[in-house]
């Protein structure tokens, strides 16, 4: 079935590496993503990764895909105050367009 | 800025009244997704339209319902509201060759009181 699952929460210091880290279960996922949303706001989107693909790199974010063991990460290097939010995993299957999302990750970032 | 944008930003409503939310999409944007956020919760997929026809449909009951329009916004229509309906109410626009990007509008906050 589908599910994601994410830690619920994160706390680093400014310029220390994040990672926040997802499971899901179903192994025909296609798209893999990562959404941040900001307090009272909506979901943006961060970056994606095909689910044939092991590693994607985007300026600071570095997106790890581990098909195997169905873990996925999002690595924030030097994080700043503004990158506190909440971060969103989410996977689509094939033939559909539809997001599942997981629970969330709340990163604190603190001077 | 998505240019995908919501409408209202926030609505108070009594169990058992109506609700239409409004989503205008991304330009040239012709799917329009609907997703239903609880508080402390990810968001759950209500249902997908796609050049006017309901494409696709979460685990929500009847009384939520879609229309898109031919410029391709779209309503989400709550009928018969539950004090669980209340929740934050996402818009999201795609192509349809290009489902892996879909942007979220800032979305609905609705309270059932």
């Known amino acids: 079935g589908e599910d994601v699952e994410q830690s619920l929460f994160l706390s680093v210091r400014e310029g220390d590496s994040s990672v926040i880290n997802c499971t899901y279960t179903?192994?025909?996922?296609?798209?893999l993503y990562w959404y941040k949303q900001e307090p009272g706001a909506g979901l943006q989107l961060l970056t994606y990764?095909?689910?044939?693909?092991d590693m994607k790199q985007d300026q600071r974010l570095t997106v790890l895909l581990n098909k195997k063991d169905k873990h996925l990460s999002l690595r924030i290097a030097d994080t700043q105050t503004g990158d506190s939010a909440i971060y969103f995993c989410a996977e689509t299957l094939p033939g559909f367009q539809k997001l599942v999302f997981g629970t969330g990750t709340r990163l604190l970032v603190s001077p | 800025e998505t240019g995908v944008t919501q409408s209202p930003t926030h609505l108070i409503k009594t169990r058992g009244q109506q609700v239409t939310l409004r989503c205008s999409s991304q330009s040239g944007h012709n799917t329009v997704s609907w997703y239903q956020q609880a508080l402390g919760q990810g968001p759950q997929f209500i249902f997908q339209y796609y050049r006017e026809e309901e494409n696709g449909r979460g685990n929500f009951p009847p009384r939520f319902s879609g229309l898109q329009f031919p410029n391709y916004s779209s309503e989400l229509n709550v009928n018969a509201l539950e004090l669980d309906d209340s929740a934050l109410y996402l818009c999201?626009?795609?192509?349809?060759?290009?489902?892996?990007?879909?942007?979220f509008g800032q979305g609905t906050r609705l309270t059932v009181v």
């Open positions: 999201a626009s795609s192509l349809p060759d290009r489902g892996t990007e879909a942007f």
């Open positions: 990764i095909f689910s044939n693909m």
């Open positions: 179903d192994s025909s996922s296609t798209y």
